[in-house]
């Protein structure tokens, strides 16, 4: 195009406006199992399980024994903007649910084969539907676009198949399946340990021992010691200050000054939602290896300015 030459203005493709409006959420495996794990908690579920192979480029499959789709609902719970959480807008300002605006099933859908099978309590049997962008596509050529019936037990299972199948860049840029992997598992763990009450495994299709395994009974210092080793919990203070000027209560187990730690880690849960920080993480390691009480005071004092700081954003904190 030179100068004299004025391009003309066109409306893009659905499928094409989808796909990228898609990209923007899902970057890689971990991101889509991120929503579909907060999905699966929103159902109430207390048991998850997580499948995976080839870090979840080949087959991300998800396990909960939560409340199910109805099967009315299979339809349309694969579109942009289809929820049971958020009604009104004036929802938004109390929202106790990780998801609310229904954009995590319909981007998946558009950037993998996806397939969903569920089981409502009150349903005598269970019903599967395939999707590709956005809507069931029929089991065969020519068949209706519409649910099937099927055994299965109460909760739902999704399968993400072939992500990126259609967006061969980003398919391009993910060809470690390890690390892909590894991702999927920090997510798990940090869930994991989180969700007391809610039991969770992660395996890789074909092997039999679960690479994580947490149990319904187990607390937060029990799921610690189940991810990180008995070396690891053995050593942790547990950690609780409230700050009411900041509507503000922290809560956590942090290792002891003693602990000599080879490998950092560092987990944060903001109104139970995994949150990278950082400022915080940087705050931190740097103190830690310093033997004095004080410092733990101190970290607790840098965690308060900086989740000061966040909670005036906190409709940003409620996003998805
Ligand atoms: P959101 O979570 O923002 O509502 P999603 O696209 O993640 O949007 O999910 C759309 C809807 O599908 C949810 O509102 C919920 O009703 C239903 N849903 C998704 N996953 C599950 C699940 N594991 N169990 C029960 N219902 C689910
Ligand atoms: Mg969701």
Known sequence: IDATTVPTIRRLDEAVVNRIAAGEIIHRPANALKEL?????????????????????????????????????????????????????????SMSTYGFRGEALASISHVAHVTITTKTKDSNCAYKASYSDGVIIPAKPGAAAEPKPCAGNNGTQISAEDLFYNVPTRRKALKNATEEYNRILDIVNRYAIHNEGVSFTCRKIGSNT??????????????????????????????????????????????????????????????????????????????????????????????????????VSRNFLTQT
């Open 210 to 311: 679960p690479e994580v395994h947490t149990t319904t009974t187990a607390t937060v210092l029990d799921n610690i010691r189940q991810i990180y080793g008995s070396s690891v919990a053995n050593e942790l203070l547990s950690l609780e200050k409230s700050y009411p000027v900041y509507q503000l209560k922290i809560k956590g187990w942090i290792s002891n000054a003693n602990y000599n730690v080879k490998k950092f880690a560092f987990l944060l849960f903001i109104n139970h939602r995994s949150v990278d920080s950082p400022a915080i993480r940087k705050a931190i390691e740097a103190v830690h290896f310093i033997n004095e009480e004080e410092i733990i005071a101190t970290i607790c004092d840098a965690i308060q300015d900086r989740l000061g700081n966040a909670n």
């Open 37 to 93: 794990i907060e999905n699966s908690l929103d159902a109430k579920s207390t048991n998850i399980q997580v499948s995976v192979k080839e870090g979840g480029l080949k087959l991300l499959q998800i396990q909960d024994n939560g409340h199910g789709i109805k099967l009315g609902d299979m339809a349309i719970v694969c579109e942009r903007f289809t929820t049971s959480k958020l009604r009104s807008f004036d929802d938004l300002s």
